[in-house]
């Protein structure tokens, strides 16, 4: 009997096809988060403080060390964490615990020393004369990620198709530094291109014109694992012995490069890191964290609901926070396992149609949200907690100097010295009884530099003793905002430099114009309004680490905020009479200084929101149905480990959540 006859074949004989499509492997290509075929990493360095501190103190790996901030710990290397260590103890407890422990303080700055951020062995009693610095961290992990993007981008080249795929342009394609020490990489594209190399019949022939159809099914009946992948389980209805797909096929191309990027931090860097690899990045940043320090674990399509069974959903990308919180008391339970047993029907009828079926997807692994390359920073700020109080303005200046050497070092990093970007606008915040804060421009025919800080500062601090009430001062910081980017977007270095009257008069307004004026009576009406919306205000904040016992202040730096409105949306700048540059907003046609473009795109931006948000209620209370809860509230926090990446704005790929 012949198979090519289909009357007599039989079910053994029939030619099998994967349960994969052409469309879906073409997906795969693009990058689209629709196709359950993408392979998406999260490298996570493992303890990443502390290894800064061994690598700069050329320790063994096993030498116990913690990394303290004052008395807290915050970060405790994989040796120490036998011992009991943890961020949650203090450094004398710690010592206690291990008395071999290495206790090694952060960097910091110091009153009266200059601008140079040092390791100090008295740092940590001296918390009223010296501020932290987070630099050192900061330039190892951009050498970090600049060996992750040279690796990548040899797998792109390496590949025929991949060099569309660069990771290392200006802002990496496919690669989102989700914090100091994680990243994700949508890996999708250069599998594509590394698997169509392997598997010549995957590329698409003319009978294959039907892209829905089955793609051929893999040619092996084993998948080669690396021993060091480690496997989730897979779930009770599936044999490891069961052939493989191309989903199997795809994480196992993905694993290798993710195993070739870790080795090249390594070799390159001695930094070990943990990575997940899974179809989507709330399954793929779970599995980083499952088998720390140093190991990678794949996440197969056929593994995810008995993975996703065994954890709280509280540990879920999005669920860390309020949104979490309510989700438990409404359903009284936090196991993803128990709410995998309550239909959709029945958790539409405690939530809104939207979070209950979000909730539904996400905890059966189903996460569409894009691997988003960064913006980039838009504001840098040093700040500075007094206890006691400040009393003098030759206390006050000592730290200026400090704050405008740490800024300006960050600024040296975001690329100043080559023009690529520079601050327009300078803002003091000082706390007395009340907060305040002064801002001015920063003189477009003036370098950047810390001097220039520095005296912008003072010339801050002035205005605010000339109001009075400046002491006693518990509170001082300076921030930078309103970046311009220079040559990187095709403008003339010069485009920094104005020339002649253009100069001169910004530098003019350069001054301050009414050196009586209240702080925000200088800034735009619109400014206030959102300063002063709490409603809003909840979308731009960014919880703190909340599993650490430090309460600190020290060189905060504000995440990028969201991109509003596109430039395309504005006028062209015209100029006025005073030479200030304005512009005619797009939006709402209001004259507006370009140095002030980015606080109304802002308040544009806020004011989508707080429509969007009231629209949302609107549509809530038409659709209201009976709920347990008598709070209303909605779910943005992203609160992940530690408290980290809370930014409220939902990402792309994603919808805003709201309870009923
Ligand atoms: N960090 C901090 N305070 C916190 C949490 C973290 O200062 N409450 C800093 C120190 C950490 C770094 O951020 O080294 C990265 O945070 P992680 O949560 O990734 O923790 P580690 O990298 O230290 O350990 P792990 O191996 O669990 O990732
Ligand atoms: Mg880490």
Same mark, same amino acid.
């Given at each position: 009997?012949?198979?090519?006859?289909?009357?007599?074949?039989?079910?053994?004989?029939?030619?099998?096809?994967?349960?994969? /499509?052409?469309?879906?492997?073409h997906?795969?290509?693009?990058?689209?988060?629709?196709?359950?075929?993408?392979?998406?990493? #999260?490298?996570?360095?493992?303890?990443?403080?502390?290894?800064?501190?061994?690598?700069?103190?050329?320790?063994?790996?096993d /030498?116990?060390?913690?990394?303290?901030?004052?008395?807290?710990?915050?970060?405790?290397?994989?040796?120490?964490?036998?011992? &009991?260590?943890?961020?949650?103890? /203090?450094?004398? +407890?710690?010592?206690?615990?291990?008395?071999?422990?290495?206790?090694?303080?952060?960097?910091?700055?110091?009153?009266?020393?200059?601008?140079?951020?040092?390791?100090?062995d008295?740092?940590?009693?001296?918390?009223?004369?010296?501020?932290?610095?987070?630099?050192?961290?900061?330039?190892?992990s951009?050498?970090?990620?600049?060996?992750?993007?040279?690796?990548?981008?040899?797998?792109?080249?390496?590949?025929?198709?991949?060099? @569309?795929?660069?990771?290392?342009?200006?802002?990496?394609? *496919?690669?989102?530094?989700?914090?100091?020490?994680?990243?994700?990489?949508?890996?999708?594209?250069?599998?594509?291109?590394?698997?169509?190399?392997?598997?010549?019949?995957?590329?698409?022939?003319?009978?294959?014109?039907?892209?829905?159809?089955? !793609?051929?099914?893999?040619?092996?009946?084993?998948?080669?694992?690396?021993?060091?992948?480690?496997?989730?389980?897979?779930?009770?209805? %599936?044999?490891?012995?069961?052939?493989?797909?191309?989903?199997?096929?795809?994480? !196992?191309? *993905?694993?290798?490069?993710?195993?070739?990027?870790?080795?090249?931090?390594?070799?390159?860097?001695?930094?070990?890191?943990?990575?997940?690899?899974?179809?989507?990045k709330?399954?793929?940043?779970l599995?980083?964290?499952?088998?720390?320090?140093?190991?990678?674990?794949?996440?197969?399509?056929?593994?995810?609901? #008995?993975?996703?069974?065994?954890?709280?959903?509280?540990?879920i990308?999005?669920?860390?926070?309020?949104? &979490?919180?309510?989700?438990?008391?409404?359903?009284?339970?936090?196991?993803?396992?128990?709410?995998?047993?309550?239909?959709?029907?029945? !958790?539409?009828?405690?939530?809104?149609?939207?979070?209950?079926?979000?909730?539904?997807?996400?905890?059966?692994?189903?996460?569409? =949200?894009?691997?988003?390359?960064?913006?980039?920073?838009?504001?840098?700020?040093?700040?500075?907690?007094?206890?006691?109080?400040i009393? =003098?303005?030759?206390? @006050?200046?000592?730290?200026?100097?400090?704050?405008?050497?740490?800024?300006?070092?960050?600024?040296?990093?975001?690329?100043?010295?080559?023009?690529?970007?520079?601050?327009r606008?300078?803002?003091?915040?000082?706390?007395?009884?009340?907060?305040?804060?002064?801002?001015?421009?920063?003189?477009?025919?003036?370098?950047?530099?810390?001097?220039?800080l520095?005296?912008?500062?003072?010339?801050?601090?002035?205005?605010?003793?000339?109001?009075?009430?400046?002491?006693?001062? =518990?509170?001082?910081?300076?921030?930078?905002?309103?970046?311009?980017?220079?040559?990187?977007?095709?403008?003339?270095?010069?485009?920094?430099?104005?020339?002649?009257?253009?100069?001169?008069?910004?530098?003019?307004?350069?001054?301050?114009?009414?050196?009586?004026?209240?702080?925000?009576?200088?800034?735009?009406? %619109?400014?206030?309004?959102?300063?002063?919306?709490?409603?809003?205000?909840?979308?731009?904040?960014?919880?703190?680490?909340?599993?650490?016992?430090?309460?600190?202040?020290?060189?905060?730096?504000p995440?990028?905020?969201?991109?509003?409105?596109?430039?395309?949306?504005?006028?062209?700048?015209?100029?006025?009479?005073? @030479?200030?540059?304005?512009?005619?907003?797009?939006?709402?046609?209001?004259s507006i200084? +370009?140095?002030?473009?980015?606080?109304?795109?802002?308040?544009?931006?806020?004011?989508?929101?707080?429509?969007?948000?009231?629209? %949302?209620?609107?549509?809530?209370? #038409?659709?209201?149905?009976?709920?347990?809860?008598?709070?209303?509230?909605?779910?943005?926090?992203t609160?992940?480990?530690?408290?980290?990446?809370?930014?409220?704005?939902?990402?792309?790929?994603?919808?805003?959540?709201?309870?009923q």
């Open positions: 009997m012949s198979s090519e006859d289909p009357l007599n074949a039989s079910p053994n004989d029939a030619v099998k096809r994967s349960r994969y /499509t052409h469309r879906q492997l997906l795969l290509r693009q990058g689209s988060t629709a196709t359950p075929l993408r392979a998406i990493a #999260h490298i996570d360095l493992d303890a990443f403080y502390a290894q800064c501190e061994m690598v700069r103190l050329g320790l063994p790996r /030498t116990p060390l913690a990394v303290r901030q004052w008395e807290s710990l915050i970060a405790v290397n994989y040796a120490a964490r036998p011992f &009991g260590i943890t961020r949650m103890i /203090t450094a004398a +407890e710690a010592r206690k615990a291990c008395p071999n422990i290495v206790l090694q303080h952060v960097a910091t700055f110091r009153e009266g020393e200059g601008g140079r951020w040092a390791y100090r008295d740092s940590f009693k001296n918390i009223k004369t010296d501020k932290v610095s987070l630099d050192p961290y900061r330039a190892e951009r050498k970090i990620l600049k060996t992750i993007k040279d690796e990548l981008d040899r797998w792109c080249t390496n590949e025929p198709d991949g060099e @569309a795929h660069c990771f290392t342009q200006g802002l990496s394609a *496919g690669l989102e530094k989700a914090s100091i020490d994680e990243v994700f990489i949508d890996l999708s594209p250069l599998v594509y291109s590394v698997l169509l190399q392997r598997y010549p019949e995957l590329r698409p022939s003319l009978q294959d014109e039907n892209r829905d159809a089955g !793609l051929p099914p893999p040619p092996t009946t084993a998948v080669p694992w690396d021993p060091e992948d480690f496997l989730v389980e897979l779930d009770l209805h %599936e044999r490891e012995e069961d052939d493989p797909d191309w989903d199997d096929m795809v994480m !196992l191309v *993905g694993a290798e490069i993710v195993r070739a990027v870790r080795r090249a931090v390594w070799d390159e860097l001695k930094y070990t890191c943990s990575a997940g690899l899974a179809r989507n709330m399954l793929a940043k599995g980083s964290a499952c088998n720390k320090p140093d190991k990678q674990t794949v996440v197969r399509n056929r593994a995810v609901q #008995h993975f996703l069974g065994g954890y709280k959903f509280t540990q990308r999005m669920l860390g926070g309020k949104l &979490g919180d309510q989700i438990t008391s409404l359903f009284g339970t936090e196991q993803v396992s128990d709410l995998l047993s309550v239909p959709l029907e029945q !958790l539409r009828t405690k939530l809104d149609d939207h979070t209950a079926s979000w909730l539904y997807g996400i905890i059966r692994g189903d996460d569409r =949200s894009e691997v988003n390359p960064r913006t980039q920073i838009k504001s840098m700020l040093s700040a500075k907690s007094f206890r006691p109080s009393n =003098s303005v030759g206390q @006050a200046e000592k730290w200026l100097r400090i704050f405008a050497a740490d800024i300006y070092g960050r600024l040296v990093e975001d690329g100043v010295l080559e023009n690529r970007r520079r601050p606008v300078i803002t003091l915040h000082h706390r007395t009884a009340q907060s305040r804060s002064r801002q001015i421009p920063i003189p477009a025919s003036n370098a950047v530099d810390e001097n220039l520095f005296e912008l500062a003072k010339t801050l601090m002035r205005q605010v003793i000339t109001d009075g009430q400046a002491w006693p001062c =518990s509170n001082l910081s300076l921030s930078v905002s309103s970046f311009e980017e220079g040559v990187s977007k095709n403008k003339a270095i010069e485009g920094f430099l104005l020339r002649g009257d253009q100069a001169k008069s910004l530098s003019h307004g350069s001054r301050p114009r009414d050196p009586n004026a209240a702080a925000s009576e200088q800034l735009p009406p %619109e400014k206030k309004r959102k300063t002063d919306d709490n409603g809003i205000k909840r979308f731009f904040a960014q919880p703190p680490h909340t599993d650490s016992p430090v309460v600190d202040e020290e060189s905060a730096q995440q990028p905020d969201p991109d509003p409105i596109s430039a395309a949306q504005r006028s062209p700048p015209e100029v006025h009479g005073s @030479a200030m540059p304005y512009y005619t907003c797009g939006r709402c046609s209001r200084a +370009e140095l002030e473009s980015e606080e109304h795109d802002d308040w544009h931006f806020a004011k989508d929101l707080e429509l969007q948000e009231r629209q %949302e209620a609107r549509d809530v209370q #038409h659709q209201s149905r009976p709920t347990n809860s008598s709070s209303s509230s909605r779910g943005t926090g609160r992940g480990r530690g408290g980290r990446g809370g930014r409220g704005k939902p990402e792309r790929g994603q919808m805003r959540l709201a309870f």
